[in-house]
């Protein structure tokens, strides 16, 4: 029995990270050694012991899907859609109905989502099941 090999063709990278919103700043900084560490602004981490993390600042997700959409998303979520926005867009590829089909994002996540995992404990043991955003 042989397996048939499907061929992939890698046509666009998007990131966003605490080194760079775009794959050339991203990579610059990578090269130079310049480090995305640094005390947190995001959060009010005063009360852990630890007050030093990667943070994305200055991301914008408006300028990668309406303020209806983004208010339904994490924050990690939204970065993710700007990635892939950035992915698709850096690919120089011609999307239309005909070939849209055949476009596929892969992405990875370190540890995204703890915000919302976070608000939704406390909405669901404070509120309830029925109090929680979809």
């Known amino acids: 029995m042989t397996a048939e090999r499907t061929r992939v063709l890698v046509t666009g990278m998007g990131v966003m990270a605490p080194t760079g919103q775009t794959v050339e700043e991203y990579w610059d900084n990578l090269v130079a050694g310049i480090s995305g560490i640094g005390k947190i602004t995001l959060c009010d981490a005063s ?26 998303m994490a924050r990690f979520s939204q970065m993710a859609v700007a990635a892939a926005a ?49």
């Open 86 to 134: 950035t992915a698709i867009e850096n690919s120089g590829l011609n999307l239309s109905e005909e070939n849209g089909e055949r476009l596929g994002v892969v992405m990875g996540n370190g540890n995204g989502g703890f915000p919302t995992t976070e608000e939704n404990a406390r909405t669901l043991f404070g509120k309830g099941a029925m109090r929680m955003s979809p």
């Open 47 to 72: 009360e852990f012991p630890n007050d030093i993390a990667g943070e994305v600042s200055d991301f914008d997700a408006s300028q990668y899907a309406n303020l209806k959409e983004t208010r339904r």
